[in-house]
């Protein structure tokens, strides 16, 4: 069976990751798999060793253009989206929709689901106070393919597969070696891994609270590492660096991008993964890898009068604080349900990004507490076992294929 993965997304290469560790999960001797994708994603999806061509064209006509040519010369019995969010945002330049490949194609289109919109009611609780209905797009897919991580390992529902996540790396599945054999800290200080894709430093149009807490969460982090008063190493991947002086004793190392193998050797050699989005991809790949983690959140709506004095001084441009599990978009409602009685949400800590007391302990622990270091890599351990046992999802794509 041949699928052909599109991933037109320009601001998050998550997306194209997630669809690449899925593809991966896929038995050779029964499935070919190819994507189309943004000249972006190029780069991370070559250095995993899956066949891409760039959806490279100037305006939508040239890019479907682009895609006839694929689908004549591979065949494919099945289209997946490795987001149908993203490829819909795309369209203006990319010429893509799920309705325009199903009519124009005539082939099953499939889509990843990371978040379960359909159980959401395609409504999101934005940054900023409001909920916001999106386009219902999965309604009207062939197949929909539940990665776990963040989705619990358990049955669904037909036309629906959950789907195990690759654990990781290009060699041995990238793993440390097991829960009760990890590997002594090396010498240095101990290092902290940072990620931010492009799409965290926009915000939408006129979200002035957004543009905020876009400023405010780089320094937060800071802040909150600088309070531990130790040497820290601090790898940060991301567009755009630190834009304010550092404490003396991080030493902060910037990188724009790094191949795929090097960023999964820096992350799985990490003391700890530090993030404010608790649907990170790299998080995921952190709990498959056995790396400690911190999701750093905020629960409720915080008045400028109701910071504590480190925060005005700290963020001095923040003047309402809103709930938010992915920041900045916020969605704390949204994701609650996907976590609720979900055994990954077990297999990292989370704090309030505001109460510096509890960051601090559960940074403390994390970096230096081998018994709670040891628990938490037990229940990562506990829950990969869980991921071995599922198959992958054949059956979903042949069932997709057949009606």
């Known amino acids: 069976m041949k699928i052909l993965f599109l991933a037109p997304s320009r601001l998050s290469h998550g997306d194209a990751g997630i669809a690449a560790d899925l593809a991966r999960r896929l038995p050779r001797n029964r499935f070919q798999v190819g994507f189309v994708a943004a000249a972006e994603a190029m780069p991370q999806l070559h250095e995993v060793g899956l066949p891409t061509l760039?959806?490279?064209?100037?305006?939508p006509d040239e890019n479907l253009a682009v895609l006839d040519r694929v689908v004549r010369g591979f065949r494919p019995d099945c289209l997946v989206a490795a987001d149908a969010f993203a490829l819909h945002q795309a369209r203006a330049w990319s010429g893509l929709t799920l309705s325009l490949l199903r009519e124009r194609y005539g082939l099953p289109v499939g889509s990843v689901d990371r978040l379960g919109w359909q159980a959401a009611g395609y409504t999101v609780d934005s940054y900023g106070g409001g909920q916001v209905r999106i386009p219902p797009l999965l309604?009207?897919?062939?197949?929909?393919?539940?990665?776990?991580?963040?989705?619990?390992?358990?049955?669904?529902?037909?036309?629906?597969?959950?789907?195990?996540?690759?654990?990781?790396?290009?060699h041995d599945n990238g793993l440390r070696p097991a829960v009760a054999d990890a590997a002594p800290r090396g010498d240095g200080p101990p290092v902290v891994f940072l990620v931010n894709s492009p799409w965290e430093h926009r915000t939408s149009r006129g979200s002035l609270p957004a543009a905020q807490?876009?400023?405010?969460?780089?320094?937060?982090?800071?802040?909150?590492?600088a309070a531990l008063d130790r040497p820290l190493r601090v790898i940060h991947v991301g567009p755009r660096r630190w834009r304010f002086p550092v404490a003396e004793q991080i030493d902060y190392q910037h990188f724009g991008r790094l191949p795929y193998p090097m960023f999964h050797a820096r992350l799985a050699a990490a003391d700890l993964f530090l993030t404010t989005n608790v649907l990170s991809a790299t998080l995921g790949r952190a709990v498959?890898?056995?790396?400690?983690?911190?999701?750093?959140?905020?629960?409720?709506?915080?008045?400028?009068?109701?910071?504590p004095d480190w925060l005005a001084t700290l963020?001095?441009?923040?003047?309402?604080?809103?709930?938010?599990?992915?920041?900045?978009?916020?969605?704390?409602?949204l994701?609650?349900?996907?976590?609720?009685?979900?055994?990954?949400?077990?297999?990292?800590?989370?704090?309030?990004?505001?109460?510096?007391?509890?960051?601090?302990?559960?940074?403390?622990?994390?970096?230096?507490?081998?018994?709670?270091?040891?628990?938490?890599?037990?229940?990562?351990?506990?829950?990969?076992?869980?991921?071995?046992?599922?198959?992958?999802?054949?059956?979903?794509?042949?069932?997709a294929v057949s009606r």
Not at 139 to 157: M, N
Not at 288 to 307: C, I, K, Q, W, Y
Not at 354 to 381: N, P, Y
């Open 54 to 59: 760039p959806l490279g064209g100037v305006t």
């Open 139 to 170: 309604d009207g897919c062939d197949l929909l393919i539940r990665t776990s991580p963040p989705h619990p390992p358990e049955s669904s529902p037909p036309g629906v597969a959950v789907a195990a996540l690759h654990p990781g790396g290009l």
């Open 213 to 225: 807490l876009v400023d405010a969460l780089p320094r937060i982090v800071h802040g909150h590492l």
């Open 288 to 307: 498959l890898a056995g790396v400690p983690a911190l999701v750093l959140e905020n629960d409720r709506v915080r008045e400028a009068s109701e910071f």
């Open 315 to 333: 963020a001095p441009l923040l003047r309402t604080a809103y709930p938010f599990r992915v920041a900045p978009l916020g969605w704390y409602d």
């Open 335 to 399: 994701v609650g349900p996907l976590l609720s009685g979900n055994p990954y949400r077990e297999c990292f800590a989370t704090a309030g990004i505001f109460e510096r007391t509890e960051v601090l302990r559960h940074l403390t622990g994390l970096l230096d507490d081998d018994a709670v270091r040891s628990r938490l890599r037990q229940r990562q351990h506990d829950y990969r076992d869980r991921l071995a046992e599922m198959a992958p999802p054949v059956a979903a794509f042949q069932e």
